[in-house]
């Protein structure tokens, strides 16, 4: 569909442009959702990932529309919000007055690490590999006398026993990445929640490594808490995410950043009540980024007509394949490769090369990764294929 067909389209209609897969999926149809493909071997989504065309396209309609007609058309706009909110909710398994609509995942982290009623003595417990957004809110709390507890992290099983054994009477919260940003181990969320919870603590998790990829049912898995932005394997803009709260605990966090659209019938402004919304949208305080969460829903309705099995099942394939290439060309693979642990980001080192210049070279020959913690790292996306791999053991190897 050419540019200016696209432009004639109602948002209705982009949001439901058939993706034709088959069984087993069609991958390459995948691919020719994704325009950054046409010109990189694009391998760093777990930093940014490339927005899809759906997505580009639903953007496009929106800003269209607002430039055009202003805030005439903002109700249909704001319904298709709430319909990223199901989206969101049935991508996690949550009810979905369970889930807030927030700008990424450290705002997430914010509204429990500063909604929680601390008293002094209190800890928290953390990893010490974690990414700094679960980090840094945890330790900003030291002068509410709240202790974080940085446990190190050896990428491997044994960083659950560590956490457990972490946990004290005062534990309040242990918050965990469901996949590592640098080492790529990923947890078993129940197992992980379940041991949590036997240390008599809340789990929050930090999902945005691992979400719209990987199977999740937050319900099931017992999560407390989670986080994650969509700019990443959801393949959606910066600026637009998710904030879980189970609904038996949205009454233990203080709200935070409340406003006009915190409350109970928000478009009444004359109103003098002041009540908060029973539900996650309390924390929804003002004007949302309508163009950032339209655009995530189209990304998502992409990625549901291929499922989390099937993408996660795809992704580990890509990078098995990558990983078997990289040690064949001297690479050296660190991590977890078991089926249970891995996921989509693998860290390697070229022995005698600088990772930043290897960075820098292989993005001036059309391959796109990152360096991560000393390492290169590369994250690639279902729609990833033999070829892209192919340009990357080819810029490897014109390293010399």
């Known amino acids: 569909m050419d540019e200016k067909q696209d432009r004639n389209m109602t948002q209705e209609q982009i949001l439901a442009r058939p993706v034709r897969t088959k069984s087993p999926p069609d991958w390459e149809a995948f691919r020719a959702q994704m325009p950054a493909a046409r010109q990189w071997a694009y391998f760093d989504h777990g930093a940014v990932a490339p927005l899809s065309g759906p997505g580009r396209d639903a953007l496009s309609a929106w800003s269209r529309d607002l430039a055009e007609n202003g805030d005439v058309h903002w109700p249909i706009w704001a319904a298709r919000l709430e319909h990223v909110r199901r989206q969101g909710a049935e991508l996690l398994g949550a009810q979905v007055d369970e889930l807030a609509l927030v700008r990424n995942t450290t705002e997430g982290i914010g509204l429990v690490a500063e ?95 691992g979400l719209g990829v990987f199977p999740l049912d937050v319900r099931a898995a017992g999560v407390d808490f989670l986080a994650a932005d969509g700019h990443k394997w959801l393949l959606g803009p910066e600026g637009a995410g998710f904030f879980y709260v189970r609904s038996e ?95 989509g980001i693998v860290s390697f080192e070229l022995p005698g090369k600088n990772p930043v210049a290897v960075r820098k070279k292989l993005v001036d020959l059309g391959v796109v990764l990152s360096c991560r913690n000393g390492r290169l790292r590369i994250s690639p996306h279902a729609y990833n294929n033999d070829d892209d791999i192919g340009r990357l053991m080819a810029a490897i190897a014109s390293l010399g």
């Open 115 to 209: 909604g929680y009623s601390w008293q002094a003595g209190d800890n928290v417990v953390l990893l010490d590999d974690e990414f700094p957004s679960n980090r840094i809110p945890w330790q900003h709390l030291d002068s509410r006398g709240v202790e974080t507890r940085l446990v190190p992290s050896t990428g491997t099983d044994e960083d659950l026993a560590r956490l457990a054994a972490a946990c004290d009477a005062r534990t309040r919260i242990v918050s965990v990445s469901w996949v590592g940003y640098g080492s790529g181990r990923r947890f078993d969320v129940a197992e992980l929640a379940a041991t949590v919870h036997g240390r008599g603590a809340l789990l929050f998790l930090d999902a945005i490594q």
């Open 249 to 343: 605990h949205l009454d233990r966090l203080r709200p935070l950043g409340v406003g006009w659209n915190s409350v109970v019938d928000a478009a009444k402004f004359s109103h003098e009540e002041r009540r908060l919304k029973p539900s996650a949208a309390r924390y929804e305080g003002g004007t949302p980024n309508m163009g950032g969460f339209v655009a995530l829903g189209a990304s998502l309705a992409l990625l549901a007509r291929y499922g989390t099995k099937a993408l996660s099942k795809r992704i580990l394939g890509v990078t098995e394949t990558a990983c078997e290439q990289l040690r064949r060309a001297g690479a050296i693979v660190h991590g977890d490769r078991t089926p249970e642990r891995t996921s």
